[in-house]
T-cell receptor, first 115, second 115 residues
């Protein structure tokens, strides 16, 4: 029940295209859903995050869509660029007071944007 | 650069040796997490500190592992009698527990190779 399932495992997109990565969770106590971007040899960097009280959040070219009833959320990267080539991780945590807020990560999606 | 630093960045050791890693958090962050990331996987939670108190430990943290956070500032993670299965990236993340949304910022990680 603590798992976060992520797909696809890898993704190849043409420059200018839309990249879509999907995640699903089981634990309804999760209330914070961040996406992290990781380049080889680096630590994960927060990209964008959403709370379950909204269905969509947009920051620049990055959008999270959230479906609470289906317990699914996805990352959309519009106008994908070669510099977006990285591994993307979805995660979930319990963010309310008293919780440790430990992050449960998906298995990652390796995105390659071809020029 | 998130402001979280880790040292060393790389460590090669022989099986059976002890190793110690250090994490320096963003100065005002009272929460500190250790995660382990193996190749092709997402980070997995190991342990959590709030100030100097270690409040949660994962079952992944065997008795060969010990973590400390004296005075609620930097933290150390020690692995005794290393095994080849300990080879992984060890990531430290910190957050401000007083913030409305407790965002975790990751350091660059320490990559451990056990020969």
């Amino acid at each position: 029940q603590q798992q976060v399932k992520q797909s696809p495992q890898s993704l190849i997109v043409q420059k200018g295209g839309i990249s879509i990565i999907n995640c699903a969770y089981e634990n309804t106590a999760f209330d914070y859903f961040p996406w992290y971007q990781q380049f080889p040899g680096k630590g994960p960097a927060l990209l964008i995050a959403i709370r379950p009280d909204v269905s969509e959040k947009k920051e620049g070219r990055f959008t999270i869509s959230f479906n609470k009833s289906a317990k699914q959320f996805s990352l959309h990267i519009m106008d994908s660029q070669p510099g977006d080539s990285a591994t993307y991780f979805c995660a979930a945590s319990m963010n309310y007071g008293g919780a440790t807020n430990k992050l449960i990560f998906g298995t990652g999606t390796l995105l390659a944007v071809q020029p | 650069d998130t402001g979280v630093s880790q040292d060393p960045r790389h460590k090669i050791t022989k099986r059976g040796q002890n190793v110690t890693f250090r994490c320096d958090p963003i100065s005002e962050h009272n929460r500190l997490y250790w995660y382990r990331q193996t190749l092709g996987q997402g980070p997995e939670f190991l342990t959590y500190f709030q100030n100097e108190a270690q409040l949660e430990k994962s079952r992944l943290l065997s008795d060969r592992f010990s973590a400390e956070r004296p005075k609620g500032s930097f933290s150390t993670l020690e692995i005794q009698r290393t095994e080849q299965g300990d080879s992984a990236m060890y990531l430290c993340a910190t957050s401000d527990g007083g913030a409305k949304v407790v965002t975790q910022y990751f350091g660059p990680g320490t990559r451990l190779l056990v020969l």
